[in-house]
């Protein structure tokens, strides 16, 4: 089942190439700031509230406008250097073993067809497409054998990152750095989300073409990993890391990331309100 937000926060379901407004089926119309699909995650009743019966009778949805399917997670976790080509080509030989797992703010969250926009005139920012798991239930101490019972399903996401001095997860958080959707794919429908084809364009530059079973940690050991380190929370978004080819963004590009099962990501570049890097704040002080 592939599900997302559209519109005025309504819920929609992906049925037989059809979008169905679910949002009243569901028992999420008035889900609040984190929207429709996370309550109906949270409440762990998809399978009793979206029965093929009740979707018989939804209605139909003609050019649905899809925002982000979690506008705001508790969590967005971060997995970096989990691609050993993408280690290599940054020039640095730590890994995801020795980095361990970093937090982006969920206010950097935008959807698809949302705009990025570059915080500095003279500092590189790059597109990172990546894979990413939402989990589904509560998760603590799980083994890595057990991981994926805790799986809600998958998306695209952008993670987008500056290139500059601070700590990694100020350099990801800046307001827009988070483009992920359109929608999420339940995980009964992938097979395994560590044999994925991923690929990344900007512009018409294919930049990234990679299988997620190139990742150092796959999705199970990440799940298990972040679990002995925090409770996970229905709706929290773990994103697996980046294979390599990440690049330059410009004014004006339009970024594509594609994972095969999952979707299509797009986001455009804006350099509208971007300052030099010796002009930031903290800069002042």
Not at 151 to 157: K, S
Request: proline letters at 6%; one cysteine or more; glycine letters at 10%.
């Amino acid at each position: 089942m592939r599900l997302g937000v559209f519109d005025d926060d309504r819920l929609g379901v992906i049925h037989k190439d059809e979008v169905l407004d679910v949002t009243e089926i569901a028992g999420v119309h008035s889900a609040g700031r984190q929207g429709p699909l996370h309550a109906l995650i949270a409440c762990g009743q998809l399978e009793a509230r979206l029965t093929e019966e009740a979707l018989r009778s939804a209605p139909r949805v003609a050019n649905p406008r899809w925002k982000a399917p979690l506008p705001h997670p508790d969590k967005i976790l971060g997995a970096p250097a989990n691609y050993r080509a993408h280690v290599e080509e940054m020039g640095n030989p730590t890994t995801i073993n020795e980095w361990g797992l970093f937090l982006k703010a969920s206010s950097s969250v935008i959807g698809d067809g949302g705009t990025v926009e570059l915080p500095y005139t003279d500092v590189r920012t790059d597109q990172e497409g990546e894979l990413a798991v939402v989990i589904g239930r509560e998760a603590r101490h799980v083994s890595a054998g057990e991981a994926l019972d805790y799986v809600f399903g998958y998306t695209c996401l952008l993670d987008i990152t500056t290139r500059s001095t601070e700590d990694r997860s100020t350099r990801k958080s800046y307001d827009t750095f988070t483009p992920i959707g359109p929608y999420i794919v339940t995980k009964d429908e992938i097979a395994d989300p560590d044999d994925l084809r991923l690929r990344c364009w900007v512009g018409d530059d294919l930049r990234q073409d990679a299988s997620t079973s190139a990742m150092i940690f796959g999705v199970s050991q990440l799940i298990a990993y972040a679990s002995s380190v925090m409770t996970l929370f229905p709706g929290d978004v773990i994103a697996t890391g980046t294979p390599e080819g990440v690049g330059p963004l410009s004014d004006g590009d339009r970024i594509v990331v594609e994972i095969e099962q999952v979707g299509r990501l797009t986001a455009t570049v804006s350099s509208n309100g971007a300052v030099p890097y010796a002009d930031r704040p903290q800069a002042k002080v």
